[in-house]
């Protein structure tokens, strides 16, 4: 175990047994066969890059037995969400140097052995699931390391205290050279509504100050899912009832206002549609516009 | 309570102690509530605090952290602003703001711009205040809104950002006497109005659906159905159904 100790701004000190604790019931595969290395965008030759095998959680991650490097992802049923080190903004006095590939810290403020601290915005579509935090990032040393960690941070309209949770953490522990890393987030929702999402990066020095780049955060990303959301108690159509196969899609699309139904408190759901019926649906679902 | 925004780091690592076991099951029971926001008709676009950035001044007095952006040194009114980033043609609605000013004599101010410079156009761009919102003579925590009254994003011409202006009432910002924790503002997906003239000879301007249907030609979705017609009342197979929805989505496979 290595001895990090990592000061932050609000004094509080972090242990690498705190980074075990939270994957503990994950683990994580080397990657070394050169061509899947090269599939992954890292040298032939790379060390230190993982795959991350996550726990199954049911009815919550149904890809979760397989691996996540590289997940198949179509149009708008998942997504990603990538952050890029232009997108960190340094915390507080924190001292980090930006360029468009990489981000690394520098002698701060903090001084000698200080961590270093940078936060990016995630901007998720509203109601997905969140499936895993990936990282991207270079360490050639083994007792330097930077952690990137996904924070919710929600206020409901109107003015109530704010809460923050922690929904998934990775590190760079034991790296030496180019990392990847990746740790499932267990189909988390989001709330746009009353949440803004982000991501911190700590910047962590061994026992000599945050120099040269012997740390640096190459790419981050998210990956989510979208859902339906869950249907009302009471059914809104006559002949869409509660038990209906297609309620709780019929309902979202009453809720959001693409349909008010074909007449009557009806929405005729085995009535065949046509095109021109089909061009409402769709010009409304997508909010067209255009100049 | 006049803190927890500013520091939250202590509570959210005995949260990550207690491990990620308990995370999905917490999730779920808040997936019944979180309904606010419906498919993609209806949303917003949110600012946390700390992406705000110091408007012309030479030094570092905006602090930033999760929960909030604040004042950290200033002898008189600084700026901050973001950029919103809004889908194009939306109606803007409303922006929200989550705040902490301690003292009645300081204030935040928020104001929404809307900055214009069309393709190839020359000279001064235009600049228009969309919306203003303050927490004057409110000390404390603070939730207000600004009405943004249904102003339509036009984002082939413009660009948009929400500027804070902090205005302490001594002579510096010691304290955080005033913070910004998080921003919002809310609009609705509209279809583009009607053009003048109808692009199909099936779908002329008086049809009910001639809108619509324009909406998706203009897009580039369909292209009706030969010989300039769009065939309004056929039926839809579920082969045509998947081309519309494929392009529509814009549905791309990242192997």
Request: glycine letters at 12%; a negative charge.
């Amino acid at each position: 175990m290595l001895q990090w100790r990592v000061g932050l701004a609000g004094g509080l000190l972090l242990s690498a047994g705190v980074l075990a604790a939270q994957t503990g019931t994950s683990a994580r595969v080397a990657v070394s066969d050169p061509a899947e290395l090269a599939s992954l965008g890292f040298p032939r030759d790379a060390k230190n890059v993982f795959r991350w095998v996550a726990p199954r959680v049911e009815g919550v991650l149904e890809k979760a037995a397989g691996l996540v490097a590289a997940p198949k992802t179509w149009g708008v049923a998942t997504g990603f969400t990538a952050l890029s080190p232009m997108d960190l903004i340094e915390e507080h006095t924190s001292a980090v140097r930006i360029q468009p590939e990489r981000a690394w810290c520098a002698l701060g403020n903090g001084g000698q052995g200080a961590a270093q601290e940078a936060l990016a915005q995630v901007q998720v579509p509203e109601g997905v699931a969140l499936d895993y935090l990936e990282l991207w990032g270079y360490d050639d040393e083994p007792t330097y390391g930077m952690q990137a960690t996904l924070y919710e941070f929600c206020q409901s309209v109107g003015y109530n205290p704010p809460t923050t949770t922690l929904i998934g953490s990775i590190g760079t522990l034991g790296a030496n050279g180019y990392t990847y890393d990746a740790t499932p987030l267990f189909g988390y929702p989001v709330n746009n509504r009353d949440c803004g999402y982000s991501v911190r990066v700590i910047f962590i020095p061994g026992d000599a100050t945050c120099r040269s780049d012997h740390i640096q955060f190459r790419k981050a990303t998210v990956l989510w899912h979208r859902l339906v959301s869950p249907p009302p108690a009471t059914a809104t159509f006559s002949d869409v009832p509660t038990d209906h196969p297609f309620f709780p899609f019929i309902e979202a699309l009453a809720a959001s206002g693409i349909t008010g139904g074909c007449g009557g408190g009806k929405f005729c759901p085995d009535n065949p549609l046509t095109r021109g019926q089909m061009a409402v649906f769709l010009a409304k679902g997508l909010g067209m516009g255009w100049q | 309570m006049e803190k927890s925004g500013r520091l939250p780091l202590p509570g959210m690592v005995i949260g990550a102690v207690v491990g990620t076991a308990i995370l999905a099951a917490a999730a779920f029971a808040r997936a019944e509530e979180s309904n606010g926001g419906w498919g993609t008709a209806s949303g917003g676009t949110t600012v946390m605090g700390y992406q705000l950035r110091q408007m012309d001044f030479g030094y570092a007095w905006l602090h930033r952290t999760i929960g909030a952006a604040y004042c950290g040194y200033s002898v008189t009114t600084a700026e901050g602003a973001a950029p919103l980033d809004l889908p194009d043609g939306v109606g803007l609605q409303q922006l929200q703001f989550w705040a902490y000013d301690v003292d009645p004599a300081n204030w935040l101010a928020f104001d929404v711009y809307e900055d214009c410079q069309a393709p190839g156009a020359g000279g001064e761009p235009t600049s228009n205040l969309l919306g203003h919102g303050e927490t004057f003579g409110s000390p404390g925590v603070y939730y207000g809104t600004a009405s943004l009254a249904g102003h339509t994003v036009d984002n082939v011409n413009c660009h948009y950002s929400v500027r804070v202006a902090f205005t302490p009432s001594g002579s510096t910002c010691v304290g955080e006497p005033l913070q910004v924790q998080k921003l919002r503002v809310t609009w609705l997906r509209q279809v583009s109005p009607a053009p003048a003239a109808a692009t199909f000879n099936d779908v002329p301007a008086s049809h009910p659906f001639f809108q619509f249907v324009e909406a998706l030609a203009k897009s580039g979705i369909t292209g009706g159905c030969g010989a300039g017609a769009y065939c309004p009342d056929q039926a839809l197979t579920r082969g045509q159904m998947a081309v519309f929805l494929a392009k529509g989505l814009g549905l791309v496979e990242h192997p």
